[in-house]
Nanobody, 126 residues
C-alpha cells in the first residue's frame, strides 16, 4: 500500500509560481511511476505530468510543457511539481498519483494509476 499526501497549493497571481509536493509512504519510491493530474470545476480530471521511477524520463501535457517541471527525491519519497508562469486556466485541484511498475511508459489516463492523494487546490487569479 502507498499513501500519498499533496501540499503546496494556494492562491497565486497569473505569472506567478507554486511548487507542489507529494509525500509518499509505504513501499520503495523508485518502484513507482509518479504522475500529477488536475481537475478544474466542471471538467474531467486530466493528465499533467509523469516521471519514471528512476527520474530519468518525464512526460508532460502540451498545456504545461515548458512551464511545469516534475521532479522526485526517492530517498525522501517526495515528488514535486514546480509550476511557473501560471495562468488562470491552471486553476484546479491537483492530484498526485502512483503506479507500481518495473518499466516506464507515458501513461496519461487515470485508470493506469493505482494510488491517489486527496488533492490540493491551486487557484490562479488574473
Amino acid at each position: 500500500q502507498v499513501q500519498l499526501v499533496e501540499s503546496g497549493g494556494g492562491l497565486v497571481q497569473a505569472g506567478g509560481s507554486l511548487r507542489l509536493s507529494c509525500a509518499a509512504s509505504g513501499r520503495t519510491a523508485s518502484g513507482y511511476v509518479m504522475g500529477w493530474f488536475r481537475q478544474a470545476p466542471g471538467k474531467e480530471r486530466e493528465f499533467v505530468a509523469s516521471m519514471s521511477g528512476s527520474g530519468r524520463t518525464t512526460d508532460y501535457a502540451d498545456s504545461v510543457k515548458g512551464r511545469f517541471l516534475i521532479s522526485r527525491d526517492n530517498a525522501n519519497k517526495i515528488v514535486y511539481l514546480q509550476m511557473n508562469s501560471l495562468k488562470p486556466e491552471d486553476t484546479a485541484v491537483y492530484y498526485c498519483a502512483a503506479k507500481y511498475s518495473t518499466f516506464y511508459a507515458a501513461w496519461r489516463t487515470e485508470e493506469r494509476y493505482d494510488y491517489w492523494g486527496q488533492g490540493t487546490q491551486v487557484t490562479v487569479s488574473s
